[in-house]
């Protein structure tokens, strides 16, 4: 038998010891696995073997101190490095891709309903220039607490759970503008990743955010989930924003810190085994493994270690309660390549 090295960031102690077709047995029960042919997990769990060894390697490390992050058996635990990075890859940052069924420009032309408001979306608000553009903030400006955590605000909504899902930039997009939303006008709801996975036309950010521009987004129990991407409907009654690509990361730092969550792609490679802790830089050093979105809700500082703390889609079993570190100032697995930051106008309010 192989010693799993099972430690909590509070207790730091080791589980008991069990063989790895124990924990095989205990992952298809704790995630409802099945496999249709045996010769299909027999490959899972060779994959999920191999999974094990990492876990055991990359503990023992942390428990030495030698990193900051643990790992642990997740849902993708029988996954294969390759199909985890392969998985929900495709954004395609900031460009809008035209080769869909429905081209940005046919939404544009079509009945707009935030169109009315532009002159109010694009008025800056707080000294951020919104307007489907960059901006660089001067953070020298403002002087803002260095710890700051927007779940104990009341702005955040426990985590969604898009299970093996790949539009992780819909959910992303829906969390933060739902935060936004809670700050800014006093409505805490959960708004509709599903209407961005059908009217999207290129699965990025900007096409998304151009979607919402245009047409805006209505709350979730309007346009409720469903399995996979349905027939896009628009409704008259939704939220609409003004939006603004936020670098560098001192700029991300300074929205999150002073006014608000935000949406981020950053590379998510480490995700696949999250446990806890704070991931550090190591593994994104030589590009993008995997595009994931996810959205920035505070800040904080651990023994010296300054992070961001973002809000992921997995739901709350997954990592710390749903939640992810990543370690700040580094400029840490594209943490600003992508940000946007966002301001609501609800009309019939």
């Keep these: 038998m192989k010693l799993i090295f099972f430690v909590s960031i509070i207790s730091i102690a080791a589980c008991a010891e069990l063989s790895d077709l124990e924990h095989w ?132 909504l426990p985590p969604r759970d898009m299970g093996e899902r790949e539009e992780h930039y819909a959910y992303s997009i829906a969390a933060a503008l739902e935060s936004r939303r809670a700050d800014q006008n006093g409505i805490l709801e959960y708004l509709s990743p599903q209407f961005l996975i059908d ?24 346009y409720p989930l469903i399995e996979g991407k349905g027939e896009c409907k628009y409704l008259n009654d939704t939220s609409c924003i003004a939006y603004s690509y936020v670098h560098p990361e001192e700029t991300v730092g300074t ?4 006014y608000n969550p935000l949406a981020a792609e950053i590379d998510g490679g480490d995700l696949q085994l999250y446990k806890s802790g704070i991931i550090d830089d190591s593994n994104c050093k030589n590009g993008i493994r995997k595009d994931w979105s996810a959205v920035i809700v505070g800040t904080g500082v651990e023994n010296g270690t300054p ?16 939640y992810f570190r990543l370690i700040r100032k580094k400029e840490a697995c594209g943490v600003s390549s992508n940000a946007c930051a966002a301001d609501i106008v609800d009309p019939w309010i």
Aim: hydrophobic residues 30%.
């Design 307 to 322: 992070y961001w703390i973002f809000k992921n889609s997995w739901g709350t079993s997954w990592g710390e309660e749903g």
């Design 199 to 222: 009217c999207s036309p290129g699965n990025s950010f900007g096409s998304t955010f151009t979607l919402i521009f245009h047409k805006g987004i209505p709350q979730e129990d309007r």
């Design 25 to 156: 047995t205990n992952f298809k029960t704790t995630f409802n696995k099945t496999y249709g042919q045996s010769k299909e997990e027999i490959k899972r769990y060779s994959i999920f073997q191999n999974n094990l060894r990492k876990i055991e390697d990359h503990n023992k490390k942390f428990l030495n101190g030698e990193t900051t992050w643990e790992m642990g058996i997740t849902r993708f635990a029988d996954w294969s490095e390759e199909e985890f990075f392969k998985h929900g890859k495709g954004l395609n940052s900031k460009k809008i891709i035209k080769a869909s069924s429905k081209a940005v420009t046919d939404i544009v032309d079509e009945w707009g309903f935030c169109i009315q408001l532009r002159d109010e979306i694009n008025e800056p608000k707080r000294n951020i220039k919104l307007a489907d553009d960059e901006y660089d903030y001067d953070d020298s400006l403002v002087d803002f607490p260095e710890s700051v955590d927007w779940r104990t605000k009341g702005f955040v």
């Design 255 to 258: 929205i999150v810190r002073g």
